[in-house]
């Protein structure tokens, strides 16, 4: 089992870099792949980056390609989100994820454990 604490989510303007964080407890947290999701109001929750359990390949979202990136150091039992130019649209609830599967896919259903999540809103 793991238990994943986000950190890093607040209020910035359109074109500013922003860094979530996500700590994991657990030994294990080396053999989960990991994935970032968010849920702005009204909507459902989308995936947005995912890694595997060694960092070997990442997935993102159309929506985020080429602005966002997700690392991860399993020594340190941490994910990390770092977000450029970050729009508008990029307003939501962001949360962390773990998959037992080791790998990173996009279904909501995929992962076993989550954060409470962290708030990032931009403004125009």
């Known amino acids: 089992q793991v238990q994943l604490v986000e950190s890093g989510g607040k209020l910035v303007q359109a074109g500013d870099s922003l860094r979530l964080s996500c700590a994991a407890s657990?030994?294990?947290?080396?053999?989960?792949?990991m994935g970032w999701f968010r849920q702005a109001p009204g909507k459902e929750r989308e995936f947005v980056v995912g890694?595997?359990?060694?960092?070997?390949?990442?997935y993102y979202s159309d929506s985020v390609k080429g602005r966002f990136t997700i690392s991860r150091d399993n020594a340190k039992n941490t994910v990390t989100l770092q977000m450029n130019s970050l729009k508008p649209e990029d307003t939501a609830v962001y949360y962390c994820?773990?998959?037992?599967?080791?790998?990173?896919?996009?279904?909501?259903?995929?992962?076993?454990?989550w954060g409470q999540g962290t708030q990032v809103t931009v403004s125009s």
């Open positions: 994820a773990a998959s037992r599967t080791g790998y990173s896919p996009s279904e909501i259903n995929a992962y076993s454990y």
């Open positions: 657990g030994r294990t947290f080396g053999r989960y792949g």
């Open positions: 890694i595997t359990w060694n960092g070997g390949r990442t």
